[in-house]
């Protein structure tokens, strides 16, 4: 065996496929956007890369068939709770069942970092934001959100006999869309709809430079300088927001006002994945017009929780049950029946949110509240390049 680096687009195009080899066999892989994951590479379309570097590789067999891949990350902008060293990060990780081959691919990993001065390495993770490729699958191998790790179980075996520990987990929920929310929700809606400062309005494309500012005012006072998270720029939010006209559903994105002021946002997506599953990994012109064709004849029956929150004035006074039922007037499409919503011709049939991690508790217990189930379970992993040093997960916000 013997590890080559990327330096071509020859081998940046045999990266990729690596991918799809290991996984060739499951059913429930989806091949992701190529150009999702060459942009993470690409300095002109990641910004990390004003803060670090990346570097690939490709694990060859005698007979030069490829293996196996890693990448391997610097990058000063990221910090996590408990770092007492510069950390650095390894991801697109993908390895035949060998522990001997994952040991050459994530040592050559390591001693790269190494070099860079790096005291610790965490991964898979991503080059860049954790909205995307964060995390092993370790529970529920079902067919992947939009960017999100898929992998064969067995990653988790060669990961941990090499030395890497669990720095935190991450968990999915989702629920079915038919099942009526718990009373507490109802009820805490219909005491702030008794107050006519509050009000409710769903995200519509006529108008997503207005949504997008409004969203830029709740994230920045409910998440900036949380976890790491800096606060969004309006051209940012309002660049975010144009770039997913296409495939905005406006009956499933919503925000909540008192006075008039943006202090709630609930942003969803449908499962892209369900229509980009026929693309095969391409994206060019004559695969946006099968992209097209296939989000009006391919049903999509799952949409995806984005983005959840609420303005800490505002937290733990109802509003975050008076938004969901808001939303789900529309989504479950409530019918009034002896005085009580009753859930009527849905949307969609099942709902699955984005990772939350369990070092947050409060984030989790909302998750739960809503009736929902597990769906997936992943984790970041840690491996610490002093061996003699006390191994710390991350704490508990």
């Known amino acids: 065996m013997h590890i080559i680096e990327v330096t071509s687009p020859a081998l940046a195009k045999a990266f990729l496929q690596v991918n799809v080899s290991i996984n060739k066999n499951d059913p429930n892989y989806i091949r992701p956007l190529d150009k999702d994951v060459e942009a993470v590479f690409d300095p002109k379309k990641n910004k990390a890369f004003r803060f670090g570097e990346a570097i690939r590789w490709i694990l060859q067999d005698e007979q030069g068939k490829p293996i196996g891949r890693i990448a391997a990350f610097t990058n000063k902008k990221y910090k996590t709770k408990g770092d007492d060293g510069p950390v650095g990060g390894m991801g697109f990780f993908d390895c035949i069942h060998n522990q001997d081959a994952a040991n050459l691919l994530l040592g050559t990993a390591k001693k790269w970092l190494e070099e860079k001065g790096m005291t610790a390495m965490d991964g898979p993770i991503n080059f860049g934001e954790r909205d995307k490729w964060w995390g092993l699958l370790i529970e529920g191998f079902e067919p992947p ?27 999915c929920f989702a629920l079915d869309v038919k099942n009526r929310l ?42 900036a300088g949380h976890g790491g998270l800096k606060q969004i720029e309006e051209r940012v939010a309002i660049k975010m927001f144009q770039s997913m006209k296409a495939v905005l559903d406006e009956r499933i994105c919503w925000l909540i006002y008192y006075k008039k002021e943006p202090i709630g946002v609930w942003l969803n997506l449908p499962d892209l994945n369900q229509w980009f599953r026929y693309l095969n990994g391409k994206f060019g012109w004559i695969d946006k017009l099968k992209f097209l064709w296939y989000k009006h004849t391919k049903p999509n029956n799952k949409f995806v929780g984005l983005v959840f929150g609420i303005v800490p004035e505002f937290q733990g006074r109802g509003a975050d049950a008076y938004m969901i039922v808001e939303g789900g007037k529309i989504i479950q499409d409530y019918q009034l029946q002896n005085g009580k919503y009753q859930v009527g011709n849905v949307i969609y049939e099942k709902y699955e949110m984005q990772w939350i991690g369990e070092f947050n508790p409060k984030m989790i217990n909302v998750a739960e509240s809503l009736g929902t189930y597990r769906s997936r379970r992943l984790a970041t992993y840690r491996y610490n390049f002093n061996r003699e040093k006390e191994f710390k997960m991350h704490p508990v916000l």
């Open 182 to 223: 718990q009373e507490k929700f109802y009820d805490r809606h219909a005491a702030l709809a008794k107050d006519p400062d509050f009000s409710s309005d769903n995200i519509r494309k006529s108008n997503l430079v207005k949504y997008a500012k409004d969203f830029t005012t709740v994230y920045n006072k409910a998440w």
């Open 145 to 171: 959100l939009y960017c999100m790790n898929y992998n064969p179980p067995y990653y988790k075996e060669l990961l941990e006999a090499y030395g890497f520990k669990p720095f935190f987990y991450q968990s």
